[in-house]
């Protein structure tokens, strides 16, 4: 038997224990847009580059709640400082201060249910 032969990655899934309070904060919150629903289980949202990010409730689709924190999602956008800002003004709070690595920017924050994320640009090859 050959082994399965990986062509991409198709999506990343979210745990959330409260799919109505994901779906506000992915989408009221952050802005991205809803591209399909899974019933009362999770909800889809389109990012760049044909990526998807997925919250699942997780006791929906048969797994136990554990927040994603071993690293963090890296959301792309084109001026960390502004969406920052923009972000605070919203509520979000981010854990320490804007990191610059001299080749991009960083800025780490959680969802609603702990989830690891960061808004990320990369400013130099």
């Known amino acids: 038997m050959q082994p399965a032969t990986i062509k991409g990655l198709d999506f990343i899934i979210l745990p959330t224990q409260d799919k109505n309070r994901a779906v506000g904060f992915y989408h009221d919150t952050l802005g991205l847009e809803i591209d399909s629903h899974w019933g009362d289980r999770g909800v889809e949202f389109k990012l760049g580059s044909g990526l998807t990010l997925a919250v699942a409730d997780t006791a929906a689709i048969g797994r136990s709640f554990a927040a994603h924190t071993a690293g963090a999602i890296a ?26 690595s001299g080749v991009c920017k960083m800025a780490f924050f959680n969802d609603p249910d702990g989830n690891s994320l960061m808004l990320h640009h990369r400013y130099a090859p």
């Open 75 to 100: 959301l792309g956008v084109e001026d960390v400082d502004a969406a920052v800002q923009a972000l605070q003004a919203k509520g979000v709070t981010f854990e320490g201060d804007i990191i610059d």
